[in-house]
């Protein structure tokens, strides 16, 4: 093994949470009164924190979300996770290859402590997660695109940035690794190959992932 920690995205590369969370964003902003499509909600907040949300909403019309923004979309989406979430394919596996040898693995998501967990549970992912593998944006003052998350995850695993390794499916979550001068490996089962093309390796399922990390 190449690296001493394997930093893992959690929606999308160990749930398969994406398109759930993005067809609710979607059509929650659009009844606020901000017309967005799912293909628009997908390019424009993939892999962002709620509060690059907000940010980019003010930005583009002027106008902020309601206070209670945050707490009505987790709402659906915590709903829709205990409906219908699944794990990505293949994720369970290359989890049990990495505890089966010893291999240091976290997951540092731009999503909340509580988002991550109802996931987790949901799909039965949570077995290979104990606290001190959980890592979230909200434990830094900047998600991601900033270095800062994934940072801060290698400090507390005591392990130095340039022996660690992202794995990551959103542009947002590549630049904050490179930020990180950490290598990463984009996941291009729903994100175009091109626009993740500042990782150093891409790969479309979770077994040609296994492969990567032999």
């Not at 040898?101 to 997660?129: K, N, Q």
Request: aromatic share 8%; hydrophobic share 40%.
């Amino acid at each position: 093994m190449r690296y001493d920690l394997i930093l893992f995205d959690n929606d999308g590369v160990l749930v398969d949470s994406e398109p759930l969370s993005n067809r609710l964003l979607a059509a929650y902003l659009t009844e606020l009164g901000h017309p967005t499509s799912y293909e628009d909600s997908i390019r424009d907040y993939m892999g962002s924190a709620m509060h690059r949300i907000h940010e980019l909403v003010l930005e583009r019309t002027g106008r902020r979300l309601p206070e209670d923004f945050d707490d009505v979309f987790h709402a659906r989406v915590f709903a829709a996770f205990e409906r219908e979430l699944r794990p990505v394919a293949g994720a369970d596996g290359v989890l049990e290859k990495l505890a089966a040898d010893r291999v240091p693995y976290c997951v540092a998501s731009s999503g909340s402590h509580e988002r991550i967990r109802v996931g987790h549970r949901a799909t039965g992912l949570d077995r290979w997660f104990d606290e001190g593998r959980v890592f979230s944006s909200q434990d830094v003052g900047r998600g991601k695109p900033a270095p800062d998350l994934f940072l801060y995850a290698a400090e507390r695993m005591g392990v130095a940035p340039d022996r660690c390794l992202v794995v990551e499916d959103s542009p947002l979550g590549v630049q904050a690794a490179v930020a990180a001068g950490m290598d990463v490996y984009g996941f291009t089962a729903m994100t175009p190959a091109e626009r993740l093309a500042g990782a150093n390796q891409l790969f479309s399922t979770m077994g040609e992932l296994a492969d990567l990390l032999v």
